[in-house]
């Protein structure tokens, strides 16, 4: 079974860094183009960045490049995403998703808080 | 950018019935390779989204035949027939078609009478 667990979520000040992680199980994470998308309170889904199988395309959002970056180890089956100079606007809930161009398995979800 | 436009916004419908959502996309969403990169999403409240429909018309596994999509470039519709209670939610369309970002419609709320 494919499964997708994000962790690293929390409550955060504006201005400072945190970091996510999805780990992967059920599949050869190294075939697999990964992304983040997250989900702001009451909103809808926003893509957010997109990591190849070997980490040699990377693509970002413009409300998030510069700020947020994402990265694999494909050998812990682990995608991460670093986000720093945080701001009220990035709350929201965090998903990685599995897939370049079908993103055909999400995870649960991390949720993110900036606030003072 | 691609600016996927989803109507309607909200849908009431009735047990056994049918719904129609549109996706309109300001670009086409052929790709060079002459795949269409256009999915439907259902996000049921409290879960994450699930994939239905990917590249047009093509249910994902498990999903029932109740779900169609069709459509070609710009305009996409996604049915549902035969609607049940556990098709409730927000269901959005993606395309993966254009080089970033890749865009989410806007979602549209599937309630059932």
């Known amino acids: 079974e494919v499964q997708l667990v994000e962790s690293g979520g929390g409550l955060v000040q504006p201005g400072r860094s945190l970091k996510l992680s999805c780990v992967a199980s059920?599949?050869?994470?190294?075939?697999?183009?990964m992304n983040w998308i997250r989900q702001a309170p009451g909103k809808g889904l926003e893509w957010v960045a997109y990591?190849?199988?070997?980490?040699?395309?990377?693509y970002y959002a413009e409300t998030v490049k510069g700020r947020f970056t994402i990265s694999r180890d494909n050998a812990k089956n682990t995608l991460y995403l670093q986000m720093t100079s945080l701001r009220s606007e990035d709350t929201a809930l965090y998903y990685c998703?599995?897939?370049?161009?079908?993103?055909?398995?999400w995870g649960q979800g991390a949720s993110v808080t900036v606030s003072s | 950018d691609v600016v996927l436009t989803q109507t309607p916004v909200s849908l009431l419908i009735s047990l056994g019935g049918q719904a129609s959502i549109s996706c309109r996309s300001s670009?086409?969403?052929?790709?060079?390779?002459?795949?269409?990169?256009l999915h439907w999403y259902l996000q049921k409240p409290g879960q994450s989204p699930q994939l239905l429909i990917y590249?047009?018309?093509n249910r994902f596994s498990g999903i029932p035949d109740r779900f169609s999509g069709s459509g070609s470039g710009t305009d996409f519709t996604l049915k549902i027939s035969r609607v049940e209670p556990e098709d409730l939610g927000v269901y959005y369309c993606?395309?993966?078609?254009?080089?970033?970002?890749?865009?989410f419609g806007s979602g549209t709320k599937l309630e059932i009478k």
């Open positions: 998703a599995r897939g370049a161009y079908v993103m055909d398995a």
């Open positions: 059920g599949f050869t994470f190294s075939n697999y183009g």
């Open positions: 990591i190849s199988s070997g980490s040699s395309y990377i």
């Open positions: 670009q086409s969403l052929v790709h060079s390779n002459g795949n269409t990169y």
């Open positions: 590249q047009v018309s």
């Open positions: 993606l395309q993966r078609t254009h080089n970033p970002p890749f865009t």
